[in-house]
C-alpha cells in the first residue's frame, strides 16, 4: 500500500509545485456558489455590504449600543465596525471549518485520481474563504474612512495577524477533513462546536468587559487573538502584541504539522472508504 510523507519540507514542496492548480480550484470553488445567480460575484461584495448596514442600523440605531473599552466606547456607529471586524474573522475561520469534515467526501474523483496532490484541498477552502474575507475587509475600511475619517496605518500589518490564523485552520482542517471520511457523525457535530465558539468569542464584547476569573479563559479561546489583533490594526491602530504572535504563530504551526501528519496517515484509507 502507498505510503505518504508528512515531512513539513513535502509539504511545502507540494504546495509550491501545485500553487496554480489551488490558485484554480479556489477561485471555481469562489465563483461557483453564486453560479446561476442573476448577480453572480457581485453577491459576494453585495453580502458583507448589506451585514455591515444591518450591524449599524441595528446595534447604533436599535440597542444604542456602545463598546465598553478603546476609543471606539463613545461611539454608536463605530460599535458596528468593531462588531464587523470580529465576525470578518470568524466568518472566515467557521466557513473553512464547517466545510472540512466533507472536505474529502465532497471530491470522491480526485480521491481515486492517484497523483492528485489531495493535500491541498484544506488550501483551495482557505483561498476561497480568504477571498471573502478580503471583499469584506475592503467594505469595512471604507466604512471606517467614512465615519471617522481616515485608517490607521497599522492597517498593513493585517496580513500578519492572518497568518497564523491561517496555519491554525489548515491544521484543524486536515484533521477533520481525514477523520470525517471514517466518523460521518463528525460533519454534524461540528457545526455546534463553532457556533457556540462564535458566543465564546469576543465577537459582541470585549474581554475586559469579563470578570478577571473568567477572562484568562476566553484567551485560550484560538479566536480571541485574531479577533483582537485585526481590530487593534484596522481600528485602533495600535500595533500586533509580537510576543503573543510568536506564541500563537509556533503554536499554529504545531497544530498544522500534526494535522497534516494525520491526514497523511490516514489517506491511504480513502478510497476504500468513499
Given amino acids: 500500500m502507498q505510503s505518504f510523507s508528512a515531512s513539513p519540507m513535502y509539504l511545502l514542496a507540494s504546495l509550491v509545485k501545485n500553487r496554480r492548480l489551488m490558485f484554480d480550484l479556489a477561485r471555481r470553488d ?38 465598553n473599552s478603546g476609543p471606539a466606547s463613545g461611539s454608536h456607529t463605530q460599535f458596528a465596525i468593531v462588531l464587523f471586524a470580529g465576525m470578518i474573522m470568524f466568518n472566515m475561520f467557521s466557513e473553512c471549518i464547517n466545510r472540512a469534515p466533507s472536505m474529502v467526501l465532497a471530491n470522491t474523483n480526485f480521491v481515486k485520481k492517484i497523483v492528485f496532490p489531495l493535500e491541498i484541498l484544506p488550501c483551495v477552502y482557505l483561498f476561497s474563504a480568504l477571498f471573502h474575507a478580503f471583499v469584506s475587509i475592503a467594505i469595512l475600511i471604507v466604512a471606517e474612512f467614512l465615519i471617522q475619517g481616515y485608517v490607521p496605518v497599522t492597517a498593513l500589518l493585517l496580513p500578519l495577524v492572518l497568518l497564523p490564523l491561517c496555519v491554525l485552520i489548515l491544521g484543524i482542517s486536515w484533521i477533520l477533513s481525514a477523520t470525517g471520511v471514517f466518523l460521518r457523525d463528525i460533519g454534524q457535530t461540528i457545526g455546534i462546536f463553532v457556533t457556540a465558539l462564535m458566543f465564546l468569542s469576543p465577537i459582541f464584547f470585549p474581554v475586559s468587559s469579563l470578570p478577571p476569573r473568567f477572562q484568562r479563559f476566553v484567551y485560550w479561546n484560538p479566536l480571541t487573538f485574531p479577533i ?3 481590530r487593534n490594526v484596522l481600528i485602533w491602530g ?9 506564541i500563537y504563530f509556533t503554536l499554529s504551526a504545531l497544530v498544522a504539522w500534526i494535522g497534516f501528519a494525520w491526514f497523511q496517515k490516514t489517506r491511504k484509507g480513502f478510497a476504500d472508504v468513499v
Avoid at 495600535?238 to 510568536?246: C, F, M, Q, R
Fill in 30 to 67: 469562489a465563483v461557483g456558489r453564486y453560479k446561476g445567480s442573476m448577480l453572480g460575484i457581485f453577491w459576494s461584495l453585495l453580502t458583507p455590504l448589506l451585514m455591515l448596514s444591518v450591524y449599524t442600523f441595528v446595534f447604533s440605531g436599535v440597542f444604542k449600543s456602545r463598546w
Fill in 238 to 246: 495600535k500595533s500586533i502584541d509580537w510576543a503573543v504572535w510568536g
Fill in 228 to 230: 483582537e489583533q485585526s
